[in-house]
Nanobody, 116 residues
Framework: QVQLVESGGGLVQPGGSLRLSCVAS????????IGWFRQDPGKEREGVSC????????YYAASVKGRFTISRDHRKNTVYLQMNSLKPEGTAVYYC?????????WGQGTQVTVSS
């Protein structure tokens, strides 16, 4: 069974940091492009960052560039999103998405709340 499970969300003060994890089972992340998305209630889901399957190239949305870092641990079959200098507008449910070939998988999401 293919599954993506996110963790690491929580409540953090503005300026704080969190590291999100996306653990895959049923397929190898080495051969998948992995993306992080976020969605606040009443808003569209937006792409935050992604990492390619072949060369490991990365992409960041302008709103998080310089503050977020995506990385992959091949041994643990896990992709991370290190989030620093968090802002209140970063409050959302964060989702992990994996694409391999024609297949796309989503995790259940993890809540991130940035508030004082």
């Amino acid at each position: 069974q293919v599954q993506l499970v996110e963790s690491g969300g929580g409540l953090v003060q503005p300026g704080g940091s969190l590291r999100l994890s996306c653990v895959a089972s049923g397929f190898t992340l080495d051969y998948a492009a992995i993306g992080w998305f976020r969605q606040d209630p009443g808003k569209e889901r937006e792409g935050v960052s992604c990492i390619g399957s072949s060369d490991g190239s990365t992409y960041y949305a302008a709103s998080v560039k310089g503050r977020f870092t995506i990385s992959r641990d091949h041994r643990k079959n896990t992709v991370y999103l290190q989030m620093n200098s968090l802002k209140p507008e970063g409050t959302a449910v964060y989702y992990c998405m994996g694409q391999t070939g024609q297949y796309v998988y989503w995790g259940q999401g993890t809540q991130v709340t940035v508030s004082s």
